[in-house]
């Protein structure tokens, strides 16, 4: 992908009109902060002041202008996908400002826009490398249910991950720039273009979000882009077959293993699925190391460290998916390094067993 005028301004007006657009809503929050405004109140709530939700409005934004300016080839591939993405983006928005929309309905919008994305492109999951399930995927319609409930686990997923300031961005940013990378060595850079220009248009939210926490991504902006993110992991599989298809599976490991590992807890603990609890990852780093190590801190500050300690995840998965992105026995290698080294970190912080003992003193157990 060479970097002309048509390439690089579709990436830059991503970024200025999601910035734009984000700040906007900063300014003007006293006429929509009745509807907007994300209580401090709730057992996943870190922040100390009540703060915009609705920062999947700018990323929307951005990604709406970049369309208009990508290059033919790939404003077609781009196209269908935001038309797909609305089920899934209008349903957490709507949930922003009403609190009201059930997580049962946003489920199924989320699954629905990634049902929506395979029909109006053609493409989907059709190979995993695994004997058996690829006869399955053979048949259109498992392959399109396989594919939607795989891009509506990834849009939640990117939710569940969303809980300090510059988490969620900070990692999607690393995703997006690593399958982008890796569309740019198989030769497809249209689709590149379009994981640069979704880079962008979060990275832009990320400015206002990360450190300061001026703004929340959000249930709209949190399913938009993860979905985003998970269809251009499909599209790299499908379009280019050289390219492993446990490749965008380890990139997008960390906040997938968030959803199993919650998944498990939750049942093990007898609570239902859906409920919140203060048991991720993220907010065991939060309370057992940010939060003791650098207990003068304050909550803003705590927040942010937090979300920034969190990103070499990603990276680390988005690294080894790079290296290894058309070798399925090293990125099932790598998935299953990752998946053992997620379960040591959390079974040492939850256990107390990270740092200094005295951090059992000094912070609470477990669910407290």
Partial sequence: MSYSLETTLPILVALAASLLVGWLMLVTQRWHG????????????????????????????????????LPAKARLLMAPLLLAAL?????????????????????????????????????????????GL???????????VFTALALGTMANAVNLIDGFNGLSAGSLTIMLGGMGWIALGAGDH????LAFVTAAAILGF???????GKIFLGDGGAYLAGFVTGWIGVLLIDRNSAVSSWAPLM?????????????????????HPGHPDRLHLHSLVRRRVTGFWLRQAS?????????????????LCTVWAVVFAHHSAMLMTGLAGFTLLYAYVYRRLVHFRW??????AACPAPGA
């Avoid at 249209?190 to 273009?193: K, M």
């Avoid at 990139?251 to 609570?271: D, T």
């Avoid at 909550?299 to 990276?315: C, D, E, K």
């Fill in 355 to 360: 740092g200094s003992k005295r951090s059992a």
């Fill in 134 to 144: 690829d006869w399955l995927l053979s048949f259109s319609l498992i392959s399109i």
């Fill in 251 to 271: 990139v997008c490991a960390y906040p997938l293993l968030e959803v199993f590992f919650s998944i498990a807890r939750r049942r093990y603990r007898k609570h």
């Fill in 299 to 315: 909550v803003l500050g705590l927040n942010s460290i937090t979300g920034m300690l969190m990103w070499p995840a990603s990276l």
């Fill in 87 to 131: 089920p899934a983006f209008a349903s957490g928005f709507i949930e922003d400002l009403t609190k009201k929309v059930s997580v049962g309905l946003r489920l199924a919008c989320t699954v629905g826009s990634g049902a929506l994305a395979c029909v109006l492109t053609g493409y989907s999951v059709r190979e995993t490398g695994i004997w």
């Fill in 34 to 69: 009745h509807l907007s405004l994300d209580s401090e109140q709730g057992v996943q709530k870190f922040h100390t002041q009540a703060t915009p939700r609705i920062g999947g409005l700018p990323v929307m934004v951005g990604l709406i202008g970049a369309w208009a300016l």
């Fill in 206 to 212: 990320a400015l206002l979000n990360w450190p300061w």
């Fill in 190 to 193: 249209d689709l590149a273009l």
